[in-house]
């Protein structure tokens, strides 16, 4: 069985994906916790350094965006770009 590996960060403060993190590691995924204060282009470097299945960010909308349309030009388009939902601190259901 292969486990999801997700980059974890915040465009601002971390406090929500340290919880994150933590609840994410013992649903058994995989997480690369890059922490808070990343830009859009940090965050989707890490995900092709660390060849994961997805991107969760704690950041606006504009930010999300910016995610999505990074890794559209840089030839990863398979990346699935998740905002935290600050309720549960867990991806949002789509």
């Given at each position: 069985?292969?486990?999801?590996?997700?980059?974890?960060?915040?465009?601002?403060?971390?406090?929500?994906?340290?919880?994150?993190?933590?609840?994410?590691?013992?649903e058994g995924r995989e997480v690369v916790y890059v922490g808070g204060d990343?830009?859009?282009?940090?965050?989707?470097?890490?995900?092709?350094a660390e060849d994961a299945t997805a991107i969760v960010v704690d950041g606006?909308?504009?930010?999300?965006?910016?995610?999505?349309?990074?890794?559209?030009?840089?030839?990863?388009?398979?990346?699935?770009?998740?905002?935290?939902?600050?309720?549960?601190?867990?991806?949002?259901?789509?």
């Open positions: 069985m292969v486990r999801e590996r997700v980059v974890l960060g915040a465009i601002g403060g971390d406090e929500a994906v340290r919880r994150a993190a933590r609840r994410m590691r013992d990343q830009t859009p282009e940090q965050l989707v470097h890490t995900f092709i606006d909308v504009e930010s999300l965006t910016r995610i999505a349309d990074l890794c559209a030009d840089l030839g990863v388009g398979e990346a699935v770009v998740t905002p935290l939902d600050e309720r549960s601190d867990g991806p949002r259901s789509r």
